[in-house]
Antibody, heavy 121, light 108 residues
Framework: EVQLVESGGGLVQPGGSLRLSCTTS????????MTWVRQAPGKGLEWVANIKQDGREEYYLDSVRGRFSISRDNRKKSLFLQMNRLTDDDTAVYYC??????????????WGQGALVAVSS | DIVLTQSPGTLSLSPGDRATLSCRASQTVSSSFLAWYQQKPGQAPRLLIYDDSTRATDVPDRFSGSGSGTDFTLTISRLEPEDFAVYYCQQIATSPGAFGQGTKLEIK
């Protein structure tokens, strides 16, 4: 069974930093692109970033590029999102997700339960 | 970047009704790269439809997808009580893989 478990969420002050982790099991992690998607309270889904299998290719939402950094550790089967210079607009539940296929172009079939990041003074 | 606009924002229907949800893209998207998701309160999204009209595992056949170019439709042929939720479309052809803003399907 594929499992994705996010951790590292919490309350942080504006301008602060936080690092999310996504621990995976039930599949060969190194074979898949991985994605972060977020959802602000009461709002819709927002694609944040994704990363290639070998970590050498990354894509970001314009509003987070330069502040957020996606990475992975294939030996530990884990995905990360380093978030710096956080603002109120970054308050959201952050989901880790995996596609149906190993391609970059793939719908997201498997999702974690989400980690809440709250940015507030 | 491709922008997806969903309509209506809220759809009020009764169990047994047919639901038609729309997703319009700001530029042409192959139907192979348009997906639909369902989300219920407090839950992660669930993939419903992808690759034109392929249903994900365990998705009932009352759900179907159609469309081409810039206009896409999710149809639920006969609504069941468990279908009342928020639905999102997503384009996966390019990164960022933008989502639409969602359509809330509520019980009338």
């Amino acid at each position: 069974e594929v499992q994705l478990v996010e951790s590292g969420g919490g309350l942080v002050q504006p301008g602060g930093s936080l690092r999310l982790s996504c621990t995976t099991s039930g599949f060969t992690f190194s074979n898949y692109w991985m994605t972060w998607v977020r959802q602000a309270p009461g709002k819709g889904l927002e694609w944040v970033a994704n990363i290639k299998q070998d970590g050498r290719e990354e894509y970001y939402l314009d509003s987070v590029r330069g502040r957020f950094s996606i990475s992975r550790d294939n030996r530990k089967k884990s995905l990360f999102l380093q978030m710096n210079r956080l603002t109120d607009d970054d308050t959201a539940v952050y989901y880790c997700a995996r596609g149906i296929s190993t391609s970059r172009i793939t719908p997201l079939l498997h999702w974690g339960q989400g980690a809440l990041v709250a940015v507030s003074s | 970047d491709i922008v997806l606009t969903q309509s209506p924002g809220t759809l009020s229907l009764s169990p047994g009704d047919r639901a038609t949800l729309s997703c319009r893209a700001s530029q042409t998207v192959s139907s192979s790269f348009l997906a639909w998701y369902q989300q219920k309160p407090g839950q992660a999204p669930r993939l419903l439809i992808y690759d034109d009209s392929t249903r994900a595992t365990d998705v009932p056949d009352r759900f179907s997808g159609s469309g081409s170019g810039t206009d896409f439709t999710l149809t639920i042929s006969r609504l069941e009580p468990e279908d009342f939720a928020v639905y999102y479309c997503q384009q996966i052809a390019t990164s960022p893989g933008a989502f639409g803003q969602g359509t809330k399907l509520e019980i009338k």
